[in-house]
């Protein structure tokens, strides 16, 4: 059985199902539920980054009316962050402090401005030590990560002699790239509401992924997970510093068990630096060797990357190096070093994001070095098949991408030349760089329900983090189920649903779209076989290939007069419903194919050259990312992360005292993001990509793979312009005067 034309809804630029709730109110985010006697809750944060807190005074906080409770570390209960998975949590356990801006303490009181003018009364004594704060004065420290680099890789990778190489190369690019600590900023800050029903908890939470969030929370109070219902119907921006359970999340249950009262807790803007994560800084070394004709015959790729001094986490900064470009010699290695700050975390295209930066950049050096053409040199050690394991592309349309992006941007009009092309005294810049970002897909779930009147219910308890979610689910369910989008209804957002996981690496369109996808054709199967062996159905004895599934109702392919809807056959058969659940997994797929997502960004530039101010002022992206679910979502998903790059390679720099290690510029006032006026034209174009082995629906995933290259391309249309090359991100103009 088949779903009709009139049904192909995959890929139609539907509008968010959600939009008309966002737009009027309707749509409640953590901090938004009304729940009876509630209470807020505020933390007290470190002033110093390394040492031990002598003394606390809580008495004139406990004063003030309506305060129910202000714990710290003399006070709190017994809790274990280091159960549950993810990143280890500080949970008023000790008077140890790790870094600035550590949770130490946390007020509760009847009214949000109670419990802040409280907690402004807490006054708090330390043994202060001196602090390790900045990474470039302690590489002597590096060390080899103990953990693995994503997708399950060790730290340091090769093949082939890269030294060797290198000594015989004829010409040689080598170079040091960094990027610095940026911050996430989603317009959302982080929420938490924690309400206790007896032993049950209730938490509603700006969460990337609520079984992990869930699971977290259960080893921190050591309860089972199944006491725990946790909800996250809409989050409001995440990147990634949403995807792990920081510490404030289990110290709202802890509180409101305390205070046996609902609390909330919702960070302020300048709360957000440093407890919740943010993209480390990196240090990063890249050599390459080529032949005279621009054949690679070395690459190495070492990225030092900082960690905190009691978690480890690892930018996989390497990682594009290892696959993209064919080259019989390449090294990737990964070091960390420890600082007195905290844990850093997951930030769009971890990894690619700030390492493409680096590859795309030489590979531009080596290009002018060679006098050969950006996109040519890139073509001419263009991988046919991925490098570091030897395996097949599942797909790749790099190819097109340079072609239809560079005809787009009117690349061949262009004088390699730096400082050749110019607007009155503006010079202009035209670069490009490489898009890439693995295709990741993890298990997940979902229940498809078809009801007696004719309208569909499906659940998967995924998060829609801003990126359409809903929509897109609602599209693939509609198409399993031969059902218009308006008769589908799609919730997600809750433990007590089918278990999916985090919404990051890209990964909830291939992973829940297959379970909705999987869920969506076995209901529609058992609607079917009901008609087929019921004798009162005009499709009674018919062959199951020959049947069509269109706008809820079911007719034979040449016979359109026979034919019956859903709430028909579910009527006649006395049946309030009819149900299947899928469960979805990768199979063997990823050990016989690569899977990678591919794209190529243009970038055009106007500097000053006497202030040395930089404008982006055009931009094309051609991208091959599998199969397009719904192509208004899609262009704004790619849209967005090219803003985001812009904002990496331009503006984004979080700057931290080196005595304190407090975030001096914690705010929207002074860390600078794009707003409107930095953001050209974006053109966004899809190359036609069918991939029949990564997943039953073809997707990609295109959260991430739109910041990756990005600040290369300004980089390199930049030194177009000016001839500079600028190694350090961000490019401010004092770098080019």
């Known amino acids: ?416 030349k730096p400082r050749s092309m110019r607007d009155g005294n503006y010079l202009i810049g035209w670069g490009m760089a490489t898009a890439t970002y693995p295709t990741n897909r993890s298990p997940a779930s979902a229940i498809t329900q078809i009801m007696a009147d004719g309208t569909a219910l499906v659940r998967s308890g995924s998060q829609d983090i801003g990126t359409g979610t809903y929509t897109v689910m609602t599209q693939v369910a509609a198409q399993a189920l031969g059902l218009p989008v308006e008769k589908i209804r799609f919730e997600l957002g809750d433990t007590n649903m089918p278990e999916t996981p985090v919404s990051g690496g890209s990964q909830t369109a291939a992973s829940v779209g297959t379970a909705v996808h999987l869920a969506g054709n076995e209901a529609r199967s058992k609607l079917l076989q009901l008609a087929l062996a019921d004798q009162a159905s005009p499709l009674y004895g018919a062959n199951a290939e020959d049947v069509i599934a269109e706008n809820g109702s079911l007719f034979l392919k040449n016979k359109s007069s026979k034919s019956e809807t859903y709430a028909g056959i579910l009527a006649r058969h006395k049946m309030k419903m009819i149900e299947a659940r899928a469960d979805a997994k990768p199979g063997e797929e990823k050990q016989k194919y690569s899977m990678h997502s591919f794209g190529a960004q243009f970038a055009e530039v106007r500097v000053n050259p006497d202030s040395g101010e930089i404008r982006v002022t055009r931009w094309v992206g051609a991208f091959g990312v599998g199969r397009i679910l719904n192509a208004k979502t899609a262009d704004s998903q790619l849209i967005g992360g090219i803003v985001y790059g812009i904002g990496m390679a331009l503006m984004e720099h979080t700057l931290t005292d080196p005595n304190r290690g407090r975030v001096v510029n914690a705010d929207l006032a002074e860390y600078h993001v794009p707003v409107n006026a930095d953001v050209p034209p974006i053109e966004v174009l899809f190359v036609d990509e069918n991939d029949p082995h990564i997943n039953p629906l073809g997707v990609k995933g295109v959260g991430e793979i739109g910041i990756t290259g990005v600040a290369a391309a300004i980089a390199n249309a930049v030194y177009h312009a000016t001839g500079k090359r600028i190694r350090d991100l961000p490019i401010t103009l004092d770098k080019l005067l």
Request: aromatic share 6%; glycine share 10%; proline share 6%.
């Open 1 to 416: 059985m088949n779903t009709g034309d009139k049904n192909g809804v995959i890929g139609k630029p539907v509008n968010r199902v959600d939009g008309h709730l966002k737009v009027t109110g309707g749509a409640r985010y953590a901090a938004e539920f009304p729940v009876a006697k509630m209470t807020y809750g505020v933390t007290i944060q470190s002033t110093i980054a390394k040492g031990k807190i002598t003394q606390i005074d809580t008495k004139a906080a406990e004063q003030v009316p309506g305060v129910l409770a202000v714990i710290t570390h003399l006070n709190a209960p017994k809790a274990s962050g280091e159960k549950g998975g993810g990143r280890k949590l500080q949970l008023l356990q000790d008077n140890i402090v790790l870094y600035s801006g550590q949770h130490i303490g946390i007020v509760v009181a009847d009214t949000f401005e109670r419990a802040m003018h409280a907690a402004s009364l807490v006054k708090v004594r330390y043994q202060e030590e001196k602090p390790t704060i900045h990474m470039k004065d302690n590489l002597d420290k590096a060390y080899v990560p103990g953990g693995k680099i994503p997708r399950n890789e060790p730290p340091d990778k090769s093949h082939g002699d890269v030294a060797q190489a290198l000594t015989t190369a004829a010409v040689r690019v080598e170079e040091t790239y960094t990027t610095p600590v940026e911050n996430h900023n989603p317009m959302e800050p982080h929420a938490t509401t924690a309400v206790w029903q007896g032993n049950q908890l209730l938490v509603y939470d700006a969460t990337q992924g609520i079984f992990s969030a869930q699971q977290k929370i259960a080893g921190a109070l050591g309860i089972e997970p199944a006491n725990i219902r946790l909800m996250s119907y809409y989050v409001g921006g995440g990147f990634g510093c949403k995807g792990s359970a920081w510490s404030h999340v289990p110290l709202a249950a802890m509180a409101a068990r305390q205070v046996n009262r609902p609390v909330k807790l919702v960070l302020g803007r300048i709360q957000m630096y440093g407890p919740v994560g943010f993209r480390p800084e990196t240090i990063q070394q890249v050599s390459l060797g080529a032949t005279r004709d621009g054949k690679l015959t070395a690459l190495r790729h070492s990225g030092t990357s900082q960690t905190s001094t009691f978690d480890e986490f690892i930018e996989p900064v390497g990682k594009s190096a290892g696959m993209l470009y064919a080259c019989p010699n390449i090294e990737t290695s990964h070091r960390l070093v420890q600082l007195d700050q905290g844990t850093p975390t997951y930030m769009r295209a971890p990894g690619e994001a700030s390492g493409s930066f680096a590859l795309e950049s030489a590979i531009d050096e080596l290009a002018y070095k060679l006098n050969i053409d950006p996109i040519e040199l890139r073509l001419r050690n263009y991988a046919e098949v991925d490098p570091s394991n030897k395996l097949p592309w599942s797909s790749k349309s790099l190819r097109e991408c340079y072609k239809v992006g560079a005809q787009r941007f009117g690349w061949q009009k262009r004088n390699p």
